[in-house]
């Protein structure tokens, strides 16, 4: 059976539990052939009611139903563990990227992040040519109590012999050094 009403990151609820949100819906199981006509609105304090009436409970039944994980855990002994990016060796517990990136700027405002990322591009042609929309990172920082701009470059899409090194950062802005004793 599937709740209709379970969403990635949220908590899956029991089966007809009311929601909630402001139309009360429930969390009602369906059959397998209405999975792909049933929408989550469809399924509220005001409807389940009749529908439970007019067509019983797909969920009656699910406990004779018993079954087993045992091909999932012999799968699991077989693939072991999900391989995770490597952790930096200067204590820090920070994962290093398994991609080829490059930190080219920190600064306070995006206009100056974007500024730095265009020096770096004028600098760096020929990698520059090769990314992708994707490969150019700016990210907003939290910082003590501001927001700074970080930019980072991921070089996958760029030849191996064409990939510059990481150099020093072109703006280093520390959102922290006013708090520093």
Known sequence: MIRPCAAKDRTVASAYSVR???DARVSAPVTWD???TARPEQFTVGTVPDRFAAHGDPHAGIDDAVGTLDGLLR???ELGPEPKAPRKGDGSGRRVSAMPLIEIARTETKPEAEAALEKW???HRDAASHLHPADVLV???RGSSSL???VRINLQHVPE???PPQEPLLADYDPWESRRP
Request: proline fraction near 10%; hydrophobic fraction near 35%.
């Open 75 to 77: 799968l699991s002994d």
């Open 20 to 22: 909630p949100r402001p």
């Open 161 to 163: 012999a064409s990939r």
């Open 34 to 36: 209405e999975l792909r």
């Open 148 to 150: 700074w701009y970080r």
């Open 121 to 123: 591009k004028a600098a």
């Open 139 to 141: 990210d907003g920082m």
